[in-house]
Structure formats: structure tokens, C-alpha cells
């Protein structure tokens, strides 16, 4: 075709080349970057895939950050609490060692008695200074607040002790109304005499949930007396004036009274047997879990425990809030509730350890750690001897900090731990998702830009020869 103006192989040829020059630079680009798509056009849907998957990718690194850092607290408060524990030990040994007061001087009690203070400071100071990051941990600053638990005197008390573990708050941070419905209240073991005193002498084997031991009584003497003057032995009291009742200490199934008549008539037939019965109910419509005088409700929104007074009565309803408070934990990529753990941690001060019990004036009673230094109610060198006191608080202190601990540390394993691992595989696979969508094939790509630089050699050269064939119309002119 013999024309000048319009050179179409080399439009032809130009095109080729232009695109061929576009691709190269896209296969540059991703070779450049390691990314697929590195804008809009080169994958639109890819683009808001990759994106999204960045999204929840990044969220999860937070929640991993979130899971490790929330595992380091919580083992912290319990490295905290394990030396807590340790002191509790060497006081219930020191107390144990105190009790062999007949081959001990004043100058040792003395002695075992600033080991107890010292260690008791120990507690304290401990409790004060555990923090993480400038966090206080088991001060009580991360408990729960309540209203409408009344200070009372315990005897008339609806609850002697109210210990909420977990309380998830709505997204307004309203208060949560705990509702407490008792179906039957706790019952103690108990056993009725056949005679308040012994007419001829009596012999009676009385067996508790503490330990058994025989009891003689002799003709004339109050049956009441006797059996109460074992209490310690079998767990048992007696009471009454004209009628006497054997009842057992402690309520609940666990709790049993048996009188075996040796020798005498102060049991009808010969043998008399009880046991007590646990406390049934619901807290906010759900059948809790009842121990004794215990009630315990574990739910993923709410964890706690209630202890009852003991005058309660079947059919008794009472409710309080959890106000605020609670250190929260976000362990999931989800800003509600249900990726969320707010645990409360309370106060483990001397003050605190032990059975807190309140008067009518709402007076705390000497029944804490705080009460076995010098000058408590309940110290080694007290006017009146309280060892057995002693030891029941330090017991139910190292109950307190074992609880805790355990509660800890299932929080650390069955829910953070495993947690963590499911975050990390949903990371894995989200990453591999995200890569097979935005990152660059470098195999494909490096043979991409083999094939489109020889295609540009390749277009370059053909180009030149379209644009020099219009010369040829030079011979036709002569």
C-alpha cells in the first residue's frame, strides 16, 4: 500500500508495543514491591479481599499482644500470691510449734511471736507493692464494688461473705443486678437426746464429720457439758436446756451426726444418726451450685460465690449489683463482651485474709490475719490462749490464696493459653489467604518479564521497519 500520510503497520506496531510496555512495568512493579496487586486496577476485588484480610490480620497481632500481655499480669499476681502462701505456711508451722507450750519458755513464744509478725508485715507488704506496669494487682484496687450487701450482725446476716470472680458489664457499663432466690436454706446435722442429764452413768460414742471420740457421763451430770466439752474432737455442739440437741458444726450433705449408746439411756434405742443438707436455689434464674452454706454460679458472664447466714429460711429472697470494677482483659478482635474477661482480684492484705465476719455496728471482728500480731485478739502471747483460733484462720487464709490461685491459673490455661494458640492458627491461615491474593508469583512473574523483554526488543525492532516503509513511495517519484 503506497501512502505517506497514514502509516497504519506502524500504528499497528506502536499499539503492540505500547502494551506490551505497560505490561512490562506492571511485572516490574510487582517484581519491585513483592505485591500482586498494587492498586485498584490491577485487581479490584483482590484489592478489597486483601485489605480486609489486613484488617483482621492486624486486629489479631493486637489480640495476641493483648493475650501475652494479660498471661504476663496474671502471672505476676500469682507469683505475688505463691510468696504469700509460703508466709501463710511458715505461720501455721510457727503456730503449730507454739502450741507445745509446756516445753516452751516465754522467750521462745516471745520469739515465735515477732516471727509471726514479721511475716504477717510480709503479707502486707506484699500485697501493697505487687504491680504491673504501675498497676496495683492484689491491693483489692482490681475487686468488684457492690451495693446492697448490709454490714449486719452475722447472726441475722442474709450473707457473710459475697466474692464475685468474673462480671462482664454491658457496652454502657451498666451495673449488674445479681438476683438470690434460696429453694431450701442449709441444714446442720442434728440429733435429739432422750434426757438433758444422765440418770445412772452413760457412755456414748459421738461421731462427727471431725473425728469421733467417747464421751462418759456420769449419773446426775449434764449430758450438754460433756459432749460440748469435746466439740473440738468431733465437730459437734450441743444445745438446748430441756431438750438437748447434738448438731453438727458445719452445714451441707458432707456434714453428720451419729450417738452410739454405750452404756446408759440418754439415746433412745441404740444408735441415733442425722445429716444436714446443702442450700438449693437460683441467682438470676439459674440453679447455682450449693455446698453447706455455700451457693456457687460459674457463667460466662458471671462468676461468684455467696456464703449464707445460718438463721436463713426456706424461700428467702434478697438481691445486690456489682457496681463496677474488675480488671478487664481483651482477648478477642471483637469489642464486646464476649471477647472480653473482666476478673476480679481482691484485697489480700492481713485485713483481709481469713473469715471477715462484721457486728451490728459493722465492726469488723478479730477473726482476719491482722488479728494473730501482737496485741490481736488472737496473738501468741493474748491474755487468753487462741491457738486453735489461730490455726482455723490461717487456714481458711491459705484457703483464700489457693482459691484464688487456682482461679488464675485455670483463667491462664483453659481460656488465654488456648485462646492464644487459636489466635495464632487464625493469623497462619488468614496470612496465607491474604498472601495467595496480594503477593507476587516471582516464578511466574520473572518468566513474564523474560517473555514482555524480548517482546519489546521484539516490537521496538518491528516498529522501525513500519515507519521506514513509507520511503519506498520515494522511487515511484523518480
Known amino acids: 500500500m503506497s501512502r505517506i500520510n497514514t502509516n497504519v503497520d506502524s500504528l499497528v506496531a506502536l499499539n503492540s508495543l505500547t502494551n506490551t510496555n505497560s505490561q512490562l512495568g506492571t511485572t516490574l512493579s510487582r517484581l519491585s514491591t513483592g505485591t500482586r496487586v498494587n492498586s485498584g486496577k490491577d485487581d479490584p ?3 478489597i479481599s486483601g485489605n480486609l484480610l489486613k484488617s483482621e490480620i492486624n486486629s489479631i497481632s493486637s ?9 504476663a499480669v496474671l502471672s505476676t499476681a500469682d507469683s505475688s500470691l505463691g510468696q504469700i502462701n509460703d508466709l501463710l505456711d ?6 503449730t510449734t507454739s502450741a507445745n507450750k509446756g516445753a516452751l519458755s516465754q522467750d521462745e513464744i516471745d520469739a515465735n511471736q515477732a516471727s509471726i509478725d514479721s511475716a504477717i508485715s510480709s503479707v502486707d507488704r506484699i500485697a501493697s507493692s505487687s504491680q504491673f506496669a504501675g498497676k496495683k494487682l492484689i491491693d483489692g484496687s482490681l475487686g468488684f464494688q457492690l451495693s446492697g450487701v448490709g ?27 445479681v438476683d438470690v432466690s434460696l429453694t431450701t436454706a442449709a441444714k446442720q446435722a442434728s440429733v435429739a437426746l432422750s434426757a438433758a442429764t444422765a440418770t445412772v452413768d452413760s457412755t456414748l460414742e459421738i461421731i462427727g464429720s471431725a473425728g469421733a471420740t467417747t464421751v462418759k457421763i456420769g449419773s446426775g451430770q449434764a449430758a450438754k457439758d460433756a459432749i460440748n466439752g469435746v466439740s473440738d474432737i468431733t465437730g459437734i455442739i450441743a444445745t438446748g436446756s430441756s431438750t438437748i440437741y447434738l448438731n453438727s458444726l458445719n452445714y451441707g450433705k458432707d456434714s453428720f451426726v451419729t ?32 455446698k453447706g452454706l455455700n451457693a456457687t454460679l460459674k457463667g460466662s458472664n ?48 492481713s485485713s483481709s485474709l481469713g473469715r471477715v ?35 482455723q484462720i490461717v487456714n481458711a487464709a491459705i484457703g483464700q490464696v489457693s482459691s484464688a490461685r487456682a482461679r488464675i491459673g485455670a483463667l491462664q490455661s483453659n481460656t488465654i493459653e488456648s485462646n492464644l494458640k487459636a489466635l495464632q492458627v487464625s493469623q497462619e491461615n488468614l496470612s496465607s489467604a491474604r498472601s495467595d491474593i496480594v503477593d507476587t508469583d516471582f516464578a511466574k512473574e520473572t518468566a513474564n518479564l523474560t517473555r514482555l523483554q524480548i517482546l519489546v526488543q521484539a516490537g521496538t525492532s518491528a516498529l522501525s521497519v513500519a515507519n521506514s516503509r513509507p520511503q519506498s513511495v520515494l522511487k515511484l517519484l523518480g
Open 63 to 71: 489480640a495476641i499482644g493483648n493475650n501475652n500481655r494479660a498471661n
Open 259 to 290: 450417738v452410739n449408746n454405750v452404756a446408759g439411756n440418754l439415746v433412745s434405742g441404740l444408735t441415733s444418726s442425722a445429716t444436714g443438707s446443702d442450700v438449693t436455689g437460683t441467682i438470676n434464674g439459674q440453679a447455682f451450685s450449693g
Open 357 to 391: 465476719i462484721v457486728d451490728s455496728n459493722g465492726d469488723v471482728q478479730d477473726n482476719t490475719l491482722a488479728s494473730l500480731k501482737t496485741g490481736g485478739q488472737n496473738a501468741l502471747t493474748a491474755a487468753t490462749d487462741r491457738g486453735q483460733k489461730a490455726a
Open 45 to 47: 476485588a483482590g484489592l
Open 302 to 349: 458471671l462468676d461468684l460465690s455467696l456464703t449464707f447466714g445460718d438463721s436463713l429460711t426456706d424461700g428467702t429472697s434478697t438481691s445486690f449489683t456489682v457496681d463496677r470494677g474488675g480488671a478487664k482483659f481483651q482477648l478477642g478482635i471483637n469489642l464486646n463482651t464476649s471477647n472480653q474477661i473482666n476478673l476480679g482480684i481482691g484485697s489480700f492484705a
Open 90 to 95: 511458715n505461720i501455721r508451722g510457727i503456730l
Open 151 to 177: 454490714r449486719t450482725d452475722v447472726a441475722n446476716a442474709t450473707f457473710t461473705n459475697v466474692q464475685v470472680n468474673l462480671a462482664n458489664f454491658n457496652a454502657n457499663g451498666d451495673a449488674i443486678t
